[in-house]
């Protein structure tokens, strides 16, 4: 029976790489599936790991109707048994609903992949709509580590390595070192370099990352 699957966790923890793998696991025995991804790191149409695997998807944007990407929706209909959907945090609202009628109207396993909440501890509006609709939610058992030692449960984000917790929700960046910033897509971080770094909550709240533990 087809589930709709909500994989999810703090940056870091191997989300991507678990979407990939299943994907395989699916497609080695035989299954034929789609993937989707959004605002990758990587760049557009790849879900990429950050221990080095990657594999083609299809870009999301605001446009994409879930439904006619996987039936086709007329005379050339497909035949698809399951999608995976990498940084759904991204997707949404509607198109959470597209892979929910998927998973029971045409009984299409939809694995979901993505992070619940922003720099800001706010959920997402596609998570939010994924904790609401999903058969399932599975957090994965690779825990990130606050710089501190204890289990990393936010996700901060930095500014020329200063933790900031108001701006725009999506500015992509990357978990890294101070060293490796990258420049910020979104207007309100203009000049400025955008990282994120998984800490506790305790340090999250009191604003204190690795760089000025």
Same mark, same amino acid.
């Given at each position: 029976?087809?589930? #709709?699957?909500? *994989?999810?966790?703090?940056?870091?923890?191997?989300?991507? =790489?678990? /979407?990939?793998?299943?994907?395989?696991?699916?497609?080695?025995?035989?299954r034929t599936g789609i993937l989707f991804t959004r605002q990758d790191r990587g760049g557009p149409a790849t879900i990429?790991?950050?221990?080095?695997?990657? /594999?083609?998807?299809?870009?999301?944007?605001?446009?994409?109707?879930?439904?006619? !990407?996987?039936?086709?929706?007329?005379?050339?209909?497909?035949?698809?048994?399951?999608?995976?959907?990498?940084?759904?945090? *991204?997707?949404? %609202?509607?198109?959470?609903?597209? #892979?929910?009628?998927?998973?029971?109207?045409?009984?299409?396993?939809?694995? $979901?992949?993505?992070?619940?909440?922003?720099?800001?501890?706010? #959920? *997402?509006?596609?998570?939010?709509?994924?904790? !609401?609709? $999903?058969?399932?939610?599975?957090? #994965?058992?690779?825990?990130?580590?606050?710089?501190?030692?204890?289990?990393?449960?936010?996700?901060?984000?930095?500014v020329d390595g200063v933790m900031v917790v108001e701006g725009e929700q999506v500015a992509i960046g990357n978990v /890294?070192?101070?060293?490796?910033? !990258? %420049? /910020?897509?979104?207007? $309100?971080?203009?000049?400025? $370099?955008?990282?994120?770094?998984?800490?506790?909550?305790?340090?999250?709240?009191?604003?204190? =990352?690795?760089?000025?533990?």
């Amino acid at each position: 029976m087809a589930e #709709l699957v909500f *994989f999810t966790g703090t940056m870091d923890c191997g989300k991507s =790489t678990l /979407a990939l793998q299943t994907d395989w696991t699916h497609r080695s025995r035989g299954r034929t599936g789609i993937l989707f991804t959004r605002q990758d790191r990587g760049g557009p149409a790849t879900i990429s790991s950050r221990l080095g695997l990657s /594999a083609p998807a299809v870009e999301v944007t605001d446009a994409t109707d879930f439904w006619r !990407e996987v039936t086709g929706d007329g005379p050339d209909e497909r035949t698809v048994d399951y999608v995976i959907c990498d940084e759904v945090q *991204f997707y949404r %609202p509607e198109q959470i609903d597209q #892979l929910a009628r998927l998973v029971d109207e045409r009984d299409v396993d939809v694995f $979901a992949f993505g992070i619940t909440t922003d720099f800001r501890t706010r #959920l *997402f509006p596609g998570s939010a709509r994924l904790v !609401e609709l $999903a058969d399932r939610i599975r957090r #994965l058992p690779v825990e990130p580590l606050c710089w501190c030692g204890r289990r990393a449960t936010h996700n901060a984000r930095t500014v020329d390595g200063v933790m900031v917790v108001e701006g725009e929700q999506v500015a992509i960046g990357n978990v /890294a070192s101070e060293t490796e910033m !990258e %420049p /910020a897509s979104s207007s $309100a971080q203009a000049g400025g $370099a955008v990282a994120y770094e998984t800490l506790c909550r305790r340090h999250h709240r009191q604003r204190i =990352t690795a760089r000025h533990a």
